[in-house]
C-alpha cells in the first residue's frame, strides 16, 4: 500500500509515517499542499491520500479535490486537529474517511486496510 501523507505539522506527519511504516505501509510524507500536487503530477500514484484539512496554503479538502481530478482512483481521508463543523460537513460528504487528532492508530489502520480491500 502506498500513502501519501501530507501535514504541516512536521512533528506528527513524520511519527505518524514511521508508525505507518511499522506496520508496512509505505508513506511519502510533505508538509505542504503545493509539494503533494507536483508529486502527483509528476506521475506518482497513490491508493490513499491522508490530508491535514487546516493548512497554510492550499487546505486539506481543496487538495483532496485537486488531487482527486489528478487520479480518481485515489482515497481521501481527512485528518483535523480543529475542524469547524463546517468542515467536517464538506469533508466527510467528499472523503472516504474523517478523523480527529490526535488519531488512534487502529482506527487509522482499519479506514486503510477497508479503503484499499475495496480495490
Do not use: C, W
Not at 508513506?27 to 509539494?35: A, K, Q, R
Not at 487546505?59 to 463546517?86: A, N, Q, Y
Request: hydrophobic content about 40%; charged content about 30%.
Amino acid at each position: 500500500m502506498n500513502v501519501l501523507l501530507v501535514d504541516d505539522e512536521q512533528k506528527f506527519a513524520l511519527m505518524l509515517a514511521k508508525r505507518l511504516g511499522l506496520r508496512g505501509i509505505h508513506t511519502d510524507v510533505f508538509f505542504s499542499g503545493e509539494e503533494a500536487l507536483r508529486r502527483v503530477e509528476d506521475g506518482q500514484s497513490y491508493a490513499v491520500g491522508l490530508l491535514d484539512v487546516k493548512m497554510p496554503g492550499i487546505g486539506g479538502i481543496e487538495l483532496g479535490r485537486r488531487l482527486k481530478t489528478l487520479d480518481p482512483e485515489m482515497k481521501i481521508v481527512f485528518l483535523t486537529g480543529h475542524g469547524s463543523d463546517v468542515d467536517y460537513q464538506v469533508g466527510a460528504s467528499e472523503a472516504d474517511g474523517y478523523l480527529p487528532k490526535p488519531l488512534k492508530i487502529e482506527d487509522l489502520i482499519e479506514i486503510l486496510n477497508r479503503l484499499t480491500e475495496a480495490n
